[in-house]
């Protein structure tokens, strides 16, 4: 009888070792979700009347097939949006995706060939790891501390590389904004680092970026793609964290002739043009800015709440406070355990993620295993404050034991 | 400087040989499109009470993440569906994707590795040809006349195969019902047959059957996956035809640990949430059943407007009159060229699609090129009258030329 083909063997594997995170419907009563990147459900806004403008008057628009760029007048809007970061955009340089992991899946089809190596951040983002690995790519892990990746360390790997005469990996890896898991935004200096190292080598950045908005205090500095000189870096951007994650809208910013072949890749019958449509309206009106405020207070408040929770009942973890995104990293003394924590946390009704989960090379050598990333994003404050309480008492049978 | 991988230099090659059919937006005025699979902009019904239900009742649903499998009762829905048709599903071997080109692209990803051959009829679907390829199929074509593909000309090369000590082919791509392009709807001695013969050989069948419930006269037959015994039937659907293009939303029907294999390769954050539950509210609805019948009145008129405009028009030109779906495939007398008919056409205002594209060997040898293809589903029936009195004038030039 017929066999699976060797990418879908790999993929069986890699699915086993990446479980995905619990969805909200599926958690049992009582269970405080503290594991994944869901929205607030308060912060869902509503989409009604964008939904009846896009079906009624755009209704050949909405319903038909779409151009497989992507709505021009969302591609402008984008191209505007991030020039407001210091790109320099046009419409044509932006091509619209089912949401940033479809947009992953593309650029790895595009640059990747089998084998091929790639550098990412240890810890990195944990969703993009079996996409990567689908493509048989060989991961370079460079360290990441406070300030964001460790520009010097890739320097010093790439000059090994190239005293070995091994190839240059095709591209760098990154999400610069509210890192995921750490939370940290890459300090100036390491950007235009980054950006000089990756032109020196003639290596392209993947730069994505989903939570740059979602922000609490301090400065924004540009994106990577601002920094460039020759168009060498990719930029992913998702409205999932924005507006809401079940939208399967992003988009990829990249020089022209990249978006044209990113184009040829994607055989899919345009991304989908009601939901094109809705968003469209939903950025250009004074709506927008006002729901942008609403998340980013909304989840400052949960940060808050979390930072409090822990320094008053958790006081022996160590972390740095992020200023925008999701999560937040903490760092276990020696002799506990991130995996073992995460379990007993699971048991005793509170989801988070060990930390071990975070990194390219797990499964194969031994990966840190005194971390854990919380998200607080999805529970309310209370459930926050209760969550970390279960934690803490977990964590004290723990060290007891 | 970067460069691409061989997957997308392949992509580059196939995207000149397979140009994309025009959207009605960047039709200039007066241009009559026979060319492409657009619904009529009268079919589109208004989904406007279901997206505003599913935006506020089913807010959480519809905006946060989704489930990878896809919604649980769609997939009921689209079971019980299917079983009406002679299948014997269960929500597990269901699987949404986003369109059915989606559907077989993750298909190739499960089944396919560089160089394998699959079977496809000649003619076959042209955009179906760029995805097989992207993968690096090599094509078997067999033959496809009135009663659907040719069976036994399939066992002979098999026969072949086996006494040259070939490798099988992994499977057998085909639009069963109201075939692309010829509108053939497959006997159902042919179904047995080729089901049977995949059975005995162990290989699979990859059935695309979009335009099944478009159907305008006659009884329907079980599809390919009801006769089938050992699941080896994989069936793509989608609502692009039977709905509208726009939603984007498909599904893959097969063995369950087949589904649980596709739903690992589907890395995308799942399928929009928010289309799912419109799709599913409309489709339970008494909406539905009356707009299928509105869909197939309005299509029989488009094509017997076709059929008596060709027969008053261009008797000479010899066709099978389908009996559902969107397109009608005329033969031509020797000596008049598809291709050059189909360019004159273009400059007389009508577009339409010359046969010797339909042909997956195309480019490489010589492809039939006495055929093309009219759609009747984009153009209104005075349009529809009106095309084919262009495309008479153009004929009678060329002959006389």
Redesign the interface.
């Known amino acids: 009888?017929?066999t699976?083909?060797?990418?879908?063997r790999r993929?069986?594997e890699?699915?086993a070792s990446f479980p995905?995170p619990h969805?909200?419907?599926e958690l049992e009563p009582g269970v405080i979700a503290l594991d994944s990147g869901?929205?607030s459900?308060q912060l869902?806004p509503?989409?009604?009347r964008f939904?009846?403008a896009a079906?009624?008057r755009h209704?050949?628009?909405?319903?038909?097939?779409?151009?497989?760029q992507g709505h021009p007048a969302l591609r402008a809007w984008l191209a505007r949006y991030m020039n407001e970061d210091g790109c320099r955009l046009e419409p044509q340089n932006v091509l619209i995706v089912?949401?940033?992991?479809?947009g992953l899946?593309l650029i790895c089809?595009?640059?990747?060939?089998e084998g091929d190596a790639i550098v990412v951040s240890a810890p990195t983002y944990f969703?993009a790891i079996?996409?990567f690995r689908?493509f048989g790519a060989e991961f370079i892990e460079i360290g990441h501390d406070e300030h964001g990746l460790a520009v010097d360390e890739l320097e010093r790997v790439l000059e090994q590389r190239a005293a070995l005469r091994q190839p240059w990996p095709?591209f760098v890896y990154l999400v610069a904004d509210f890192h995921n898991p750490t939370g940290v935004a890459m300090a100036r200096t390491r950007r235009e680092a980054l950006v000089a190292c990756a032109q020196r080598h003639?290596?392209?950045i993947v730069e994505d970026n989903p939570y740059r908005r979602v922000r609490f205090e301090g400065e924004s500095l540009p994106t990577l793609k601002a920094f460039e000189r020759?168009g060498e870096v990719l930029h992913v951007g998702t409205f999932?964290k924005l507006i809401?994650?079940?939208?399967?809208i992003g988009w990829i910013a990249a020089r022209a002739d990249w978006i044209a072949?990113l184009m040829?890749?994607k055989?899919?019958?345009?991304?989908?043009?009601?939901?094109q449509r809705m968003v469209l309206d939903f950025c250009s009106s004074e709506h927008f800015s006002a729901h942008v405020e609403r998340v980013q207070c909304a989840y400052r408040e949960h940060r808050d709440r979390m930072v409090a929770a822990l320094r008053s009942h958790l006081p022996e973890l160590s972390m740095d406070v992020p200023h925008g995104g999701y999560y937040l990293w903490l760092t276990l003394p020696p002799g506990v355990d991130g995996d073992e924590l995460a379990r007993g946390a699971a048991q005793a009704g509170v989801n988070l993620i060990a930390g071990s989960r975070f990194y390219a090379s797990g499964g194969r050598q031994v990966s840190p295993c005194n971390h854990i990333r919380l998200s607080y994003s999805f529970a309310s404050p209370d459930q926050i404050e209760q969550g970390i309480r279960r934690l803490a008492d977990v964590y004290r049978k723990q060290l007891a034991a």
């Open positions: 009888m017929l699976a083909s060797p990418l879908a993929a069986a890699l699915s995905a969805f909200p419907a869901f929205a459900p869902l509503d989409l009604s939904a009846v079906l009624t209704r050949e628009e909405s319903l038909q097939y779409s151009a497989p089912n949401g940033a992991k479809h899946d089809r595009l640059l990747l060939d969703s079996p996409i689908s095709k003639g290596i392209a020759v999932s809401a994650p079940g939208l399967r072949r040829q890749l055989s899919d019958g345009g991304s989908n043009p009601l939901i």
